[in-house]
């Protein structure tokens, strides 16, 4: 996620109302994709790939929406499943990223020691956009964090259990708690029952969480979203569980400090 958050603040309730009537137009996933077990290694390659070529979170997420639902709807021989990758890779560059950043055939085709000629990734390219008639530009998990972030820290907000002092490193530490959760629902589909907007809310809740903000989820948070704190709990719990079977400590401080009162508080919560 990008630390600019002008484009968004000028205009907020435009913003997320478009945003909203984006992900309206989500075409449904149903998890039917003959190479489902082939997703996690995919979505790994997507992932090196955008981070070795300076590509921006929103460009990854939306390679994954790409690639999700165009493999839920086809048949990809075993061959052609990295060129599908590296192919949503291509086109999310081109709607996400700046045009001095978007990686052509050649410098894609290279990660994969050349397995592909102009001519695949050119047919692979338009059989994409074909199937999702041209209109590939949408919102996901990433979009609606980075906007939710922008109310992500309230002047009443308390942090380790001290008034915040200053606001900007306050962001800056719900920002990268945050990022870690973000980054976590591209690599489980489970989170793709859910629409992203909610999840992306978790995320936020969840990095607040984290960084020991207190509470958990503002009332300004709950306004912008439109979420109460309850319809967050299945996700969050899943992300949690998440971190801690992988131990990952260096991306926030400590979620397991909180989560048992946290957890115990929405028991019996829808």
């Not at 929103?58 to 499943?81: G, P």
């Not at 907000?157 to 962001?171: F, H, P, Q």
């Not at 859910?194 to 709950?222: H, I, K, Y």
Request: negative net charge; hydrophobic residues 40%.
């Amino acid at each position: 996620m990008t630390t600019n958050k002008n484009w968004m603040t000028d205009y907020p309730d435009e913003v997320l109302a478009w945003m909203r009537q984006r992900e309206a137009k989500h075409l449904d996933y149903n998890g039917t994709s003959p190479q489902l077990s082939s997703r996690g290694e995919l979505v790994d390659l997507i992932c090196m790939v955008t981070e070795y070529l300076k590509l921006s979170v929103s460009t990854t997420h939306l390679a994954v929406y790409l690639l999700d639902r165009f493999m839920d709807s086809h048949f990809i021989v075993e061959t052609q499943l990295k060129l599908t990758a590296l192919t949503v890779v291509m086109l999310a560059a081109k709607f996400e990223d700046k045009d001095v950043n978007v990686p052509g055939i050649p410098a894609l085709n290279a990660l994969v020691e050349n397995k592909y000629t102009a001519y695949f990734f050119r047919t692979m390219e338009k059989f994409i956009l074909n199937f999702f008639k041209w209109n590939i530009g949408t919102v996901t998990v990433a979009h609606f964090s980075e906007f939710y972030l922008t109310r992500g820290v309230s002047a009443t907000d308390t942090m380790d259990g001290a008034s915040i002092t200053c606001l900007e490193v306050a962001w800056q530490t719900l920002w990268k708690s945050t990022s870690y959760f973000v980054d976590l629902s591209l690599h489980d589909r489970a989170f793709l029952q859910w629409q992203a907007s909610l999840v992306a809310a978790a995320c936020v809740a969840c990095g607040r969480l984290c960084s020991n903000f207190e509470p958990v989820w503002s009332a300004t948070l709950e306004t912008t979203t439109g979420y109460p704190i309850q319809s967050l709990s299945q996700i969050m719990d899943l992300f949690l569980r998440m971190y801690r079977s992988e131990k990952k400590t260096s991306a926030c401080s400590s979620p397991e400090s909180g989560y048992d009162s946290w957890s115990s508080s929405l028991q019996g919560s829808p």
